[in-house]
């Protein structure tokens, strides 16, 4: 069965650190991937996705992720975290021949000053 | 261009009243979707809906109805709400398939609901 696996769900990171969220998928093809991020009280915001080609994929907000077939993984990453990105942060796949996301149950993100 | 934008933003009910929230999207998406988000699980799909006039349900559709009359609109009814539905609603809109998978969706702001 198709799943998605966020396997921290609270981190915390001081500002000006580096950080890595991780995503598992369980998938029988190549996936379409989405990193999502919702601030308190907001709706959901796309960070970046990943559909095919280069496996090191640029998003907005000074994120990226990569890609990696051979461990199923799809893990977000900033190089310097900022006091604005705490947030929840959402991994998601495309399900084949549907029209639907599988979300992961979401990291929440915090940062100390 | 306003995007996907959802009325109320708040409400609270008592068990056994019924409401309507509703849904609206101005990039002319096919697809339109709502989703519950309950702490530590993620959101879950209640119904979708793949065009005009028509409807799907989705992981957790019981006690909810929706309709799609126009293609801009996705209405997600309570007919008799229960405090097990005290959520936040979130409603999102796409542009279609990508390859034969789900493409990116559009997100709304969210309605929270609180059922005494």
């Known amino acids: 069965a198709q799943s998605v696996t966020q396997p921290d769900i609270h981190i915390t990171v001081s500002e000006g650190a580096s950080l890595e969220l991780r995503c598992n998928y369980s998938y029988g093809a190549t996936p379409y991937l989405f990193w999502y991020v919702q601030s308190p009280g907001q709706g959901l915001q796309l960070l970046l996705k990943?559909?095919?080609?280069?496996?090191l994929v640029q998003g907005i907000k000074g994120f990226e992720a990569e890609f990696k077939r051979s461990q199923s993984s799809f893990n977000l990453r900033k190089p310097s975290v900022h006091w604005s990105d705490a947030a929840e942060y959402f991994c998601a796949v495309g399900a084949t021949g549907t029209y639907k996301y599988i979300f992961g149950t979401g990291t929440r993100l915090k940062v100390l000053a | 261009n306003a995007g996907v934008t959802q009325t109320p933003k708040f409400r609270v009910l008592k068990t056994g009243q019924s409401m309507t929230l509703l849904c609206a999207q101005d990039?002319?998406?096919?697809?339109m979707y709502w989703y519950r988000q309950d702490p530590g699980m993620g959101l879950r799909l209640i119904h979708y809906s793949v065009g005009e006039g028509t409807t799907a349900k989705g992981e957790v559709p019981d006690g909810y109805n929706v309709s799609r009359l126009k293609k801009q609109n996705f209405l997600l009814g309570l007919e008799s709400a229960a405090p097990s539905q005290t959520s936040v609603y979130f409603c999102?809109?796409?542009?279609?398939?990508?390859?034969?998978?789900?493409?990116?969706?559009?997100f709304g702001p969210g309605t929270r609901l609180t059922v005494l």
């Open positions: 990039m002319n998406h096919e697809y």
């Open positions: 999102a809109s796409s542009p279609g398939l990508a390859g034969g998978r789900a493409n990116e969706q559009f």
């Open positions: 990943y559909f095919s080609g280069d496996t």
